[in-house]
């Protein structure tokens, strides 16, 4: 979809709950240090190529009530919260009242999201409250859509060289030069039962043949 058409983040949903697709505890492939990850389920914007196209709809995910969210991230004990999916700012208003708690605690929030920067100020100006109050309680934004044909294979954490880096406070150390700077990851974690759970990104093509080699490892490795 093209940036000249502006977009404007869904409404509706049940302000107190969440939908999560995925609740990391810890990681360090998504965000500066070690981060506690919320991937949320449901996306109304569809990049081609997206990495997660299993969170587009919003049926599936399983739905956490804010305060229970909050708890769950502070007991992780990590620096901050980032969060993904899907689409943040689909669901704003519940996700502004986690990140305002987490903050509240001193760690710092990073959200990313499909949307432009440009489009986030217009849904404000038109008098979204929701997308105003996720932006108010996030420390460190990345915005814009994953473009395919514009891969950034230099900065950490993001797909496409359109996508932009925005420190809205200064909790989180550094400045945006400095924190892209960082080396990307990709975390590769197999259970006790030989399931496979991958974050961070990567090439399609990269990780299909990462995940072959690694497959092939857990089957052949000596119980």
Not at 14 to 19: A, H, I, L, M, N
Not at 35 to 54: D, K, L, S
Not at 98 to 117: D, H, I, K, L, N
């Amino acid at each position: 979809m093209s940036d000249s058409a502006p977009r404007m983040p869904a409404t509706g949903g049940d302000p107190d709950v969440v939908s999560v697709a995925r609740f990391l505890a810890s990681t360090r492939a998504e965000g500066p240090g070690e981060r506690t990850a919320v991937w949320v389920q449901g996306c109304t914007i569809h990049c081609p190529g997206c990495f997660n196209p299993h969170m587009w709809s919003f049926r599936g995910g399983a739905p956490v009530g804010a305060a229970d969210l909050v708890a769950r991230i502070l007991d992780a004990g990590t620096s901050g919260l980032t969060l993904l999916g899907g689409e943040p700012f689909d669901q704003a208003t519940a996700l502004a009242r986690v990140a305002a708690g987490v903050r509240a605690t001193g760690r710092s929030v990073m959200t990313f999201t499909g949307y432009t920067t440009d489009e986030l100020r217009q849904a404000v100006d038109a008098g979204r409250a929701d997308v105003a109050g996720l932006l108010a309680e996030t420390d460190l934004l990345v915005a814009g859509p994953f473009r395919a044909d514009q891969l950034d294979r230099v900065r950490p954490w993001v797909g496409s060289t359109n996508q932009e880096f925005v420190l809205l406070t200064d909790r989180i150390a550094g400045s945006v030069a400095e924190l892209t700077g960082d080396p990307d990851r990709l975390e590769v974690t197999v259970d006790a039962a030989g399931g496979i759970a991958v974050n961070g990104w990567a090439e399609l093509d990269a990780l299909d043949a990462l995940l072959d080699g690694l497959g092939e490892r857990v089957r052949h490795a000596p119980s």
